[in-house]
C-alpha cells in the first residue's frame, strides 16, 4: 500500500504529525541531546518494536558516538504485570544511558523499566519520548527530551501500530474514535 492510499484507510482519522514535522522533532532532540552528552558514554536503549522507528532516526541526529541496545517487555492487565522477554546485550554500569520512547501513555511499563535499569547503576539514566500522552498518566516520568505532547487520541504509524498493522506509515496518525470504541 502506498502512504496516499494508508492514510484513505477507514480506520485512520488525520495526520498528526507529518513525517516533514518528525524531522524536524528528531533534529531539534538529537541536537539538544548532543549538547547534553558530549563527553559521556551514552548509550541509548530502546524497546523494541514500537521504538524502533524514532530510534534509528534520532540517533543519526546525535553527533556523538553512542551505542544502541534493544528490550522488549510483555506488559499484561495495564501495565500491572511486566515481563523482560529480551533483556540488553551490554553492560550498563557507570554509562549514561537514555531510555528512547516512541509514546508515553500511562507510565507504568516505562516506569517498570526504569527501576531495572536504575538497579543497573548507570552513571545517569533518562528519557527521550517522541510523543507524551500525560492524560493517561498513572506513573510520575521525568521526561527530559520531549517530541510533542498529544491529545489523548490512539495513533499509528512511524513504528506505532494497531494490530501489528501500520508501522511502516511515515508520519504519525489518529485512529478514528470509533474503532477504538
Known amino acids: 500500500m502506498t502512504a496516499y492510499q494508508l492514510l484513505h484507510d477507514p480506520l485512520l482519522d488525520s495526520v498528526l504529525l507529518a513525517s516533514d514535522e518528525i524531522e524536524d522533532i528528531c533534529q531539534d532532540l538529537g541536537g539538544r541531546i548532543t549538547r547534553d552528552y558530549t563527553g559521556h558514554d551514552l548509550v541509548l536503549v530502546t524497546v523494541l518494536r514500537g521504538g524502533l522507528v ?10 556523538l558516538p553512542v551505542t544502541l541496545d534493544f528490550m522488549a517487555i510483555s506488559s499484561y492487565s495495564s501495565g500491572a504485570a511486566v515481563r523482560i522477554t529480551k533483556d540488553l546485550d ?8 537514555l531510555v528512547v520512547e516512541d509514546i508515553v501513555d500511562t507510565g507504568l511499563t516505562l516506569n517498570y523499566l526504569l527501576g531495572v535499569l536504575k538497579s543497573r547503576n548507570p552513571a545517569s539514566l533518562g528519557v527521550c519520548a517522541l510523543l507524551d500522552r ?3 498518566r498513572l506513573a510520575d516520568i521525568p521526561i527530559a527530551y520531549r517530541g510533542l505532547k498529544m491529545p489523548d487520541r490512539f495513533v499509528v504509524g512511524y513504528g506505532l501500530d494497531l494490530g501489528g498493522r501500520y508501522r511502516n506509515l511515515p508520519y504519525i496518525a489518529t485512529v478514528r474514535d470509533e474503532v477504538m470504541g
Not at 54 to 63: E, G, N
Not at 90 to 97: K, L, P, S, W
Open 90 to 97: 551490554d553492560a550498563i554500569t557507570r554509562r549514561d544511558v
Open 134 to 136: 500525560d492524560a493517561r
Open 54 to 63: 524514532f530510534l534509528a532516526d534520532l540517533c543519526r541526529r546525535i553527533d
